[in-house]
């Protein structure tokens, strides 16, 4: 499958006329819990010649591509994705900590993971793991008596982020393992999100279970302690300068 996703890479890249300087895998499979029909979610940084960009009809700074068969591809422009970094999208801090990355040309995405270690907003990012907490899959947990496998992985997943960022205050791991292994969890809780990878594992991407009381007031309360802490926590904004320094480098 490796050997495909680079292939399709390079097909994108004659397709679109662009130069991909990193490619990771992001979603399920990159965090440690994929089911058996979990999609390959891949998602890269590109650039293009530097006439490109300097035209009144700039081109479009992302590249969608339908999903075909189990493969997922989505890619952002450099400068997009350079926009982003500044505010610490965390997505964006997610593909460029993924286990298993595709392409990386230069050294635009080690430099960016340098700058992520000192420069990172913990409350945007705060924020972002709340705010997905929240959502959807909050919504599939409550007042719910079966509930999808995949809920809780994602709710719990998102728990992680934010205690992560409470005790090491740097952006978190994307791989679930390495987040566990680096901060004080809950024993019980630590088990029992090992017993609900192993049942996605061998179940599919709709699989379901009894809801969890005792998980459901865990997650509830800590999202209620996260609400009141975030908006109190410190903000900051990368400064423009260095990153049109990495512009300038990476278009040169």
Known sequence: MKQKIMDQLKHFELEHEVTICYAAESGSRAWGFASVNSDYDVRFIYKR???????LDPPRDVIEIPIHQDLDFHGWDLFKALRLFQSSNATLLEWLSSPTIYREEGDIAEQLRKLASDHFSIRRTSFHYLHLAKGHDLRQVNQKEQ???KAYLYLLRSLFCLNWIEQNQSPPPTLVWSLLDGMDVDPWI???????????????ELGLIGADRELNTLIHRELSRYEEKIPSLPDRKLESTLLNRLIWEELA
């Open 49 to 55: 010649n530097v006439s490109a960009y300097l035209t």
């Open 147 to 149: 509930v999808k496998i």
């Open 190 to 204: 630590k088990d029992r999100f090992h017993q609900l990878v192993d049942l996605k594992k061998e179940s599919d």
